[in-house]
């Protein structure tokens, strides 16, 4: 039976196997548990519990990947560490490498102390582009790191990737902006294409929660 330690380890490359009559038995137990002593946080608190694993079970893939990668040696084996992870773990080479990558800036302390906590909190596919740059022989100055650190989401540290490489846009990129008064504009090839309008002068509360949340989700900066 799944116990608490239940972990979601985010997205594969390729689907494997995992039984799913333990989870929802285990969901099921602890649903019938919270209805018996009248106590809905039972559930609740599993929740958050998952929702933290699963945020973090990225970078906690990153590092063992590191650790087994760098200590393979240690384990003495006749076969090399990508040659027994691929298959049995369905991630790509490519995948693994850019997760050793993303650790190796833990590791070797490249992140600045003072931001470590924020890049801890962030969803590893927004470190891979910066781990991926670094790797590349790209400089990240103090305040690069801090508007990676302080960035949204991931439109907006590949923008700070971008600025860092000197590279502009992709030209059939698509990038959307939203400028002081609240129009929504698409830029790509260079040109631009009105899409719509947010209230961003409406001060409601529940106005300005819809707004920012749109704009988290999609990616729209402010011009």
């Not at 602890?30 to 929702?51: G, M, Q, T, Y």
């Not at 070797?108 to 991926?132: D, G, L, M, S, T």
């Not at 846009?169 to 698509?174: F, V």
């Not at 902006?177 to 961003?200: H, K, M, P």
Request: hydrophobic share 40%; glycine share 4%; aromatic share 10%.
């Amino acid at each position: 039976m799944v116990n608490d330690e239940l972990m979601i380890l985010g997205n594969l490359d390729q689907s494997l196997p995992v039984n799913t009559e333990d989870i929802f038995a285990y969901v099921d137990k602890l649903f019938e548990e919270s209805i018996e002593k009248k106590n809905p946080h039972i559930v609740i608190d599993a929740c958050s519990r998952l929702i933290a694993i699963s945020q973090l079970s990225g970078l906690a893939l990153a590092k063992m990947f590191y650790l087994l990668h760098n200590n393979w040696n240690r384990y003495e084996q006749d076969s090399t560490f990508e040659e027994i992870a691929v298959p049995k773990l369905g991630r790509h080479p490519h995948t693994i490498e850019r997760y050793i990558k993303v650790w190796t800036l833990f590791d070797q302390k490249i992140i600045p102390e003072k931001f470590v906590r924020e890049f801890e909190q962030k969803n590893i596919q927004n470190i891979i582009p910066v781990a991926n740059a670094y790797s590349e022989g790209y400089n990240f100055e103090d305040e690069d790191w801090e508007e990676i650190a302080d960035a949204p989401d991931n439109a907006s540290v590949l923008r700070v990737v971008r600025d860092v490489k000197g590279e502009p846009p992709k030209s059939h990129a698509i990038q959307l902006f939203v400028d002081g008064e609240g129009f929504i504009y698409a830029y790509s090839d260079n040109e631009r294409y009105f899409i719509g309008s947010l209230e961003i002068q409406d001060d409601t509360e529940i106005v300005q929660k819809a707004i920012n949340r749109i704009m988290n989700k999609s990616g729209i900066m402010k011009k």
